[in-house]
């Protein structure tokens, strides 16, 4: 159970609405601890939400994906996930939906008579880049990930990526030091 440590009334910090990461006493807090946002992002997943408020904004969460996403198709975009997890974070916010942003590593498993090898967006490899992987929670959806089907496959992967993901059911899944860190960069590291 995901709980939030921090009371942020307690700090003057207004939660009536969503974005609140944006208020001037949580923007003075995130400078000295940026780990802050994790924060906010506890606070959205363990927020007691209404059955009414989940009925309307799924409707209105499956309006908007299919909208971002046809035009996130028309410019077949590689790599775009954190600026469109952003949009649509912004997006919700203004109409009142509360969300957050995760970023960390990726692996996609594919079928054992697929035979293709498993692909992996690792937190710890080589290049210039932000994260790994982004994607957005928005209660009910635990999962909202537009850009996952324009991302860096082989051809042989792609057909077998779905073009988004917006899904209200996770499971508990066990990480490897492989699911996070590019094997390549712990083979350099061990000769060092």
């Given at each position: 159970m995901i709980n939030s440590n921090i009371d942020f009334k307690n700090l003057g910090i207004d939660t009536s609405a969503p974005g609140f990461y944006n208020?001037?006493?949580f923007l003075k807090i995130e400078r000295k601890t940026p780990s802050i946002l994790n924060e906010y992002n506890k606070?959205?997943?363990v927020k007691?939400?209404?059955?009414e408020y989940l009925i309307f904004v799924k409707k209105k969460i499956d309006i908007i994906v299919n909208i971002l996403f046809d035009e996130l198709s028309k410019?077949?975009?590689i790599g775009a996930c954190i600026d469109i997890s952003q949009i649509l974070m912004l997006i919700l916010e203004k109409e009142g939906i509360w969300s957050c942003m995760f970023d960390g590593s990726m692996t996609i498993e594919y079928s054992k008579e697929l035979k293709i090898t498993?692909?992996?967006f690792y937190t710890v490899d080589y290049g210039d880049y932000?994260?790994?992987h982004a994607?957005?929670?928005a209660p009910p959806y635990k999962i909202i990930d537009l850009s996952i089907s324009f991302q860096n496959y082989e051809y042989s992967e792609k057909p077998y990526i779905?073009?988004?993901i917006l899904t209200d059911y996770v499971t508990n899944a066990e990480i490897q030091a492989i699911d996070i860190v590019n094997p390549e960069i712990s083979l350099i590291t061990k000769n060092l």
């Amino acid at each position: 159970m995901i709980n939030s440590n921090i009371d942020f009334k307690n700090l003057g910090i207004d939660t009536s609405a969503p974005g609140f990461y944006n208020d001037p006493i949580f923007l003075k807090i995130e400078r000295k601890t940026p780990s802050i946002l994790n924060e906010y992002n506890k606070f959205v997943m363990v927020k007691k939400y209404s059955d009414e408020y989940l009925i309307f904004v799924k409707k209105k969460i499956d309006i908007i994906v299919n909208i971002l996403f046809d035009e996130l198709s028309k410019s077949s975009r590689i790599g775009a996930c954190i600026d469109i997890s952003q949009i649509l974070m912004l997006i919700l916010e203004k109409e009142g939906i509360w969300s957050c942003m995760f970023d960390g590593s990726m692996t996609i498993e594919y079928s054992k008579e697929l035979k293709i090898t498993n692909t992996y967006f690792y937190t710890v490899d080589y290049g210039d880049y932000s994260a790994a992987h982004a994607w957005i929670a928005a209660p009910p959806y635990k999962i909202i990930d537009l850009s996952i089907s324009f991302q860096n496959y082989e051809y042989s992967e792609k057909p077998y990526i779905p073009k988004y993901i917006l899904t209200d059911y996770v499971t508990n899944a066990e990480i490897q030091a492989i699911d996070i860190v590019n094997p390549e960069i712990s083979l350099i590291t061990k000769n060092l």
